[in-house]
Nanobody, 128 residues
Framework: QVQLVESGGGSVQAGGSVRLSCAAH????????MGWFRQAPGKEREGVAA???????NYADSVKGRFTISQDNGKITLYLQMNSLKSEDTGMYYC??????????????????????WGQGTQVTVSS
């Protein structure tokens, strides 16, 4: 069974750090682009960070310089290191995988367009 399983979320104070993990099971994701997305209550899904099969990365303007996406060499686990957290970073964080031409195309995929593979999410709550 193909699964993307996120972990590492929780509650943190503004200015703090959190590291999210996304474990990929049951499929070879080496040719895929992968990304982190978030959704706050009442808001649409937005792309946070993406990485393609070559290791090129891309970030939403709101998180540049604060968040870092990475993955292990076997592309079994995807990470999101989040530093200098702000209250506006609060939301459910999901990892996703799909084919893509560029990291921009996956990062800015329209909010209601699904991904080939999608995790169940992990909540991050930042209190000020």
């Amino acid at each position: 069974q193909v699964q993307l399983v996120e972990s590492g979320g929780g509650s943190v104070q503004a200015g703090g750090s959190v590291r999210l993990s996304c474990a990929a099971h049951g499929y070879d994701f080496r040719g895929f682009c992968m990304g982190w997305f978030r959704q706050a209550p009442g808001k649409e899904r937005e792309g946070v960070a993406a990485v393609d099969s070559r290791g090129d990365t891309n970030y939403a303007d709101s998180v540049k310089g604060r968040f870092t996406i990475s993955q292990d060499n076997g592309k079994i686990t995807l990470y999101l290191q989040m530093n200098s957290l702000k209250s506006e970073d609060t939301g459910m964080y999901y990892c996703a995988a799909d084919y893509c031409d560029t990291t921009t195309s996956i990062l800015y995929r329209p909010p209601r367009t699904p991904f080939r593979f999608w995790g169940q999410g992990t909540q991050v709550t930042v209190s000020s």
